[in-house]
Nanobody, 126 residues
């Protein structure tokens, strides 16, 4: 059973930075796409960023492009989200997720991911 555990969330002022980490265990990590999603109160879960398990190619939501960077370390079974120039609208619970299929094309829909972490809260004050 794959388990994903996020860490690194917290309270930060607008313009600040945070680095989220997600540690995977219990299954194969290399070769699977990894994604970050977020959900604000009263809103649907939305795509933030994803990184390919095979090519290292990345994809970002327009709202975070140029401010957030996703990376992975297959030796540590971990994926990271470096967030800079944070805005109050970035406030949400952030989830990492593992892709559903091995060596699959990079996906941005939650349906392309089947294992999810418990989430970590990010709060950006104005």
């Amino acid at each position: 059973q794959v388990q994903l555990v996020e860490s690194g969330g917290g309270l930060v002022q607008a313009g600040g930075s945070l680095r989220l980490s997600c540690a995977a265990s219990g299954g194969t990590f290399s070769g699977y796409n990894m994604g970050w999603f977020r959900q604000a109160p009263g809103k649907e879960r939305e795509f933030v960023a994803a990184i390919s398990g095979s090519s290292g190619r990345t994809s970002y939501a327009d709202s975070v492009k140029g401010r957030f960077t996703i990376s992975r370390d297959n030796a540590k079974n971990s994926v990271y989200l470096q967030m800079s120039s944070l805005k109050p609208e970035d406030t949400a619970v952030y989830y990492c997720a593992r892709g559903r299929l091995f060596m699959a094309p990079l996906g941005t829909s939650p349906s392309a991911y089947d294992y999810w972490g418990q989430g970590t809260q990010v709060t950006v004050s104005s």
